[in-house]
């Protein structure tokens, strides 16, 4: 089950997430990169400290 940004306004123009399957493009939703339930929970953590630069909010 795939699951869009709830950041995004519209809900076409978005990134979306799998659970245990990857993340993938909106606009072209055949491709996604594959990605582990573990790689994931470890960009959230990254993310969430702030490791890109963003932080959380």
Same mark, same amino acid.
């Given at each position: 089950?795939?699951?869009?940004? #709830?950041?995004? $306004?519209?809900?076409?123009?978005?990134?979306?997430?799998? /659970?245990?399957?990857?993340?993938? +493009? #909106?606009?072209? $939703?055949?491709?996604?990169?594959?990605?582990?339930?573990? /790689?994931?929970?470890?960009?959230? +953590? #990254?993310?969430?400290?702030?490791?890109?630069?963003?932080?959380?909010?």
């Amino acid at each position: 089950m795939w699951r869009k940004s #709830s950041y995004s $306004p519209d809900g076409d123009n978005c990134v979306e997430i799998g /659970a245990g399957i990857g993340v993938r +493009d #909106s606009k072209a $939703p055949v491709a996604h990169v594959p990605l582990s339930r573990q /790689a994931w929970e470890a960009f959230l +953590d #990254s993310a969430r400290s702030g490791h890109f630069g963003g932080g959380t909010r």
